[in-house]
């Protein structure tokens, strides 16, 4: 069975400040798809990511940044340079690669950036 | 603008009476999926459709019923046999089931009293 682990419930920083945003998964699948998300206040959430289990490389958008690692299960998120607009539950997520796309939700982390 | 609207945002009904959630998109997308989402939970699966006229249960359909009759709704009827509805109820698109990220509506909160 798959499962997303995102331990870290709740982060509090201080805007400037660097945040990473810890993500855990299983799975049995070889091939697989992993996403983040972003909830803010509104409710809706916002696509960030999406990578496929072939491609191990980190990636890098802006001040956000993803450190996705097959040896140790992880697909972190960090926010550098944290900005009050950050603040909002990010969820991770994963799907298996092939037939229908399951989204695998982890609990989500909600971020607090207080200025 | 494309995109995945709900409505209402905030819906309140009497305990034992059905209620139905609206969810269009105008993506053209032929996948589409509704979510629950609880305090302190990720999402989870109610139903999803594949294509007009199919659909399928997820991992909580017990209480909840859909139709699939235009590509573009996707209405969610939470029935009086949900044991627990109050929650925040998301609705979502994406081009086909495979791969593909999914796109978001702005969600319905509902609360039964």
């Known amino acids: 069975a798959q499962k997303v682990t995102q331990a870290q419930t709740e982060i509090s920083v201080v805007e400037k400040e660097d945040v990473t945003l810890d993500c855990v998964y299983e799975?049995?699948?070889?091939?697989?798809?992993l996403f983040w998300y972003k909830q803010p206040p509104s409710g809706e959430l916002v696509f960030l990511i999406r990578?496929?289990?072939?491609?191990?490389q980190n990636e890098i958008s802006g001040r956000y940044s993803w450190n996705f690692q097959k040896s140790t299960s992880s697909f972190n998120f960090t926010i550098t340079a944290s900005q009050v607009v950050d603040s909002a539950v990010y969820f991770c997520?994963?799907?298996?690669?092939?037939?229908?796309?399951?989204?695998?939700f982890g609990t989500g982390t909600r971020l607090l950036v207080s200025p | 603008d494309g995109g995945i609207t709900q409505s209402p945002k905030y819906l309140f009904r009497k305990e034992g009476q059905n209620v139905t959630l609206s969810c269009e998109q105008n993506?053209?997308?032929?996948?589409m999926y509704w979510y629950r989402q609880d305090p302190g939970q990720g999402l989870r699966l109610i139903y999803y459709?594949?294509?007009?006229?199919?659909?399928q249960k997820g991992d909580i359909a017990e209480g909840y019923s859909v139709s699939r009759e235009k590509k573009e709704s996707f209405p969610l009827t939470v029935t009086s046999a949900q044991k627990n509805p109050t929650a925040f109820y998301l609705c979502?698109?994406?081009?086909?089931?495979?791969?593909?990220?999914?796109?978001f509506g702005p969600g319905t909160r509902l609360t039964v009293t």
């Open positions: 993506l053209n997308h032929d996948a």
């Open positions: 997520a994963l799907s298996e690669a092939a037939g229908f796309q399951k989204l695998v």
């Open positions: 459709s594949q294509i007009v006229n199919d659909f």
């Open positions: 799975t049995r699948d070889t091939t697989y798809y």
């Open positions: 979502a698109s994406n081009p086909s089931v495979t791969g593909d990220e999914q796109y």
């Open positions: 990578r496929n289990s072939f491609d191990e």
